[in-house]
């Protein structure tokens, strides 16, 4: 099970704010057997989106959205949606009806009204923190972008998701450039086809170290390929890792 | 002068590494009025790389890749750029200088050789971190994934970047939810059209606010827009914002 994240916001690319969506939902798909295997961050812009969700909806299994949901002029997300998916826009009486519990007499105004505004055949997502809620069209789920609400709605979206073989990770750090290593990490990946072996420099207390990550679907292949690579470096220092 | 960027690495999209290159990126390319426009995380495959850098190089001003130009098997960006532009891959002899210069005899193992392959036609952009050069093809410039060697990359590529019109920004901090300056925002959004205009929410000191932010080419449009929306929110607290 593939997924795809589409975050949308002028503000993530101008460097203003720094996006913390990408890594919460990798490692959440992680836990239940979907990968996030392609992001794009592209501007608020509808015939930007329209395109980006086309291409996506058709090559992986689940695409997210984050952001372009809210009551200002620069909310485009919905409406591109529809577009996207060539629908109307059009007020969803069940996130009328939750935002009309929530807000007092007089207060759901034009601008809060813009949030029940959803494509025809929507599906609603329950928003526990704001209540204004996401939709999920087919494949594709939009989200917030505030991360706290796009947490709480990815909970919301767990009912419509598949899971899939769950990728299990091992972790090896050594006291050495990844470059000492380079020639066992080339030959241990090129004998355990199934484990994604990646390579990761850091440096600490002043020192070069390297962090070597297995992936797999196969716990025997991850447990073997990790006692290999154990056996192959312990004559690094890997203490205080 | 429209930039994108690709992130390369398997380690963002699992989730295991927060990216840091793009925020980094988007405000060092507005200062020399660059526009980062577009960005996609992908994975680790020759295939999607060769496929994403055609795809952006023609489409953007500029491209900047991070990721995939170490010493170790998982590291696959050159060759993929190499690739992409039908050349081969060669031994760059300006970055086997300064590799012979960095390592000691004996110390240039074939791991560390890799850093010095590159596709022909490749002008090398100075690393003064650690050494090994990024460089760049055409409008691609390929830059390391480590944050502190990308940053010192970015100032041995400036060089090579024509500067474009710088975009200036200013923003107002209201203790309001957003949805009460929603309509607002339209109005000003609609009169200053060279103006872009942004609404964020915040929550702070547990009050909801917004941050309002206009950015513009135009410093005449900018300051108009600025001084006018400070006198329509007039009414709402901005202290402590």
Known sequence: M??????????ILSGRTQDKNLSYLANWLNEIGIQLTE?????DEEDVIVETVNHLRKTYDYVFTTGGIGPTHDDITSESIAKAFSVDLEINQGALSILKEYYKDGELTEARMKMTKMPVGSELIENP????????MDNVFV?????GIMQGMLEGARQFLKKGDVVKSKSVDIFTPESNV??????LQAKYSSVEIGSYPFSKENRFGTSIVMRSTSDDQLSK?????????KNYDTKHC
Request: net charge positive; charged share 25%; with cysteine.
């Open 2 to 11: 593939k997924a795809s994240l589409i975050i949308i916001g002028n503000e």
């Open 39 to 43: 992001v794009r961050v592209i501007r």
């Open 143 to 147: 989200l917030a972008g505030i991360p």
């Open 225 to 233: 390929c990790d006692t290999e690579l154990k056996e192959l470096v």
């Open 182 to 187: 380079a020639e066992i990490l080339t030959n």
């Open 129 to 136: 923190v704001s209540r204004a809620p996401g939709f999920k």
